[in-house]
């Protein structure tokens, strides 16, 4: 297998929101995402007491192999104990990359690229729609939460 030793480029995940994540103590949900690729690790702030915590935050990931999944876990902050796993997810940015290398310079935007649909090999809630939108590659999608009893997580990906 090729070894990349340089940056392919930045990926931009905008972490919009999560929507019915379990909770671990009703009155007391403490959210932040982890995403993982590779031994590169980002986190998104805490939000308190909220089942459908609202984060949008962007997280910039440098890019080095594409074949590695971006790995999405969603954690309940706990005080004195171990932070409890609430549920993760798992991705991958080839037909993004794909996309992203077609230099799509000369097309109106909002045009549609190429669409990823669901299947057991990733954890996608619905279709995912990879556009042309204001002179970038963007993806948008909602991740179904495994290891969990419910939730899903709300993201869009954007090169830069």
């Given amino acids: 297998m090729e070894k990349y030793m340089d940056n392919l480029g930045l990926l931009r995940i905008h ?17 932040y ?8 690790k980002l986190k998104t702030r805490v939000v ?3 089942v459908n ?14 074949s590695i999944p ?3 876990q969603v954690f309940d902050k706990a005080t004195f104990i171990l932070d409890d796993k609430m549920g993760d997810a798992e991705f991958e940015v080839g037909p993004f990359l794909e996309a ?4 799509l310079h000369n097309i109106p935007s909002g045009t549609l690229i190429t669409n ?19 002179g ?20 869009q990906l954007e090169w830069t």
Avoid: F, Y
């Fill in 48 to 50: 308190r007491k909220n």
């Fill in 116 to 134: 990823v649909k669901p299947s057991r090999q990733n954890c996608l809630a619905e279709e995912s729609d990879i556009v042309w939108e204001n």
């Fill in 70 to 72: 971006i790995k999405l």
């Fill in 15 to 31: 972490v919009i929101r999560g929507i019915n994540l379990a909770a671990k103590d009703v009155t007391n949900s403490n959210h």
């Fill in 136 to 155: 970038r590659v963007k993806q948008h999608m909602l991740l179904r939460l495994r290891n969990v009893e419910r939730g899903m997580v709300e993201l």
């Fill in 100 to 103: 992203v290398r077609m230099q």
């Fill in 53 to 66: 915590p609202r984060w949008n935050e962007e997280l910039t990931l440098p890019i080095v192999d594409p």
């Fill in 33 to 40: 995402i982890m995403l993982r690729m590779g031994k590169q």
